[in-house]
């Protein structure tokens, strides 16, 4: 059974950076491909990122140029480094796995000054 843990999010100020953490257990992200998405409040949950299984990778582009998806196999963790972050940043992000599909518990990431 897939589990995922996210952790890493907080409140942070316009400009700055943060690195959120996806744990996983019950898969093998090496050959899974992964996924970040965000879900502000009022609004649907929208994708930011994805990485293959070939280690190929796509962002939305509300964020490209500035978020970096990345996995350490070793570790079965899935990264999202989050730079120039903006208010409209402020969301819950929540890790995904397509094979099997599971989905975190989110992690609040708050863009303010």
């Known amino acids: 059974q897939v589990r995922l843990v996210e952790s890493g999010g907080g409140l942070v100020q316009p400009g700055g950076s943060l690195r959120l953490s996806c744990a996983a257990s019950?898969?093998?992200?090496?050959?899974?491909?992964m996924a970040w998405y965000r879900q502000a409040p009022g609004k649907q949950r929208e994708w930011v990122a994805i990485?293959?299984?070939?280690?190929?990778?796509n962002y939305g582009d509300a964020v490209k140029g500035r978020f970096t998806i990345s996995r350490d196999s070793a570790k079965r963790t899935v990264y999202l480094q989050m730079n120039s972050l903006k208010p409209e940043d402020t969301a819950v992000y929540y890790c995904?796995?397509?094979?099997?599909?599971?989905w975190g518990q989110g992690t609040q990431v708050t863009v303010s000054s």
């Open positions: 995904k796995s397509y094979d099997p599909l599971g």
């Open positions: 019950g898969i093998t992200i090496r050959d899974n491909t």
């Open positions: 990485l293959g299984s070939a280690g190929t990778t």
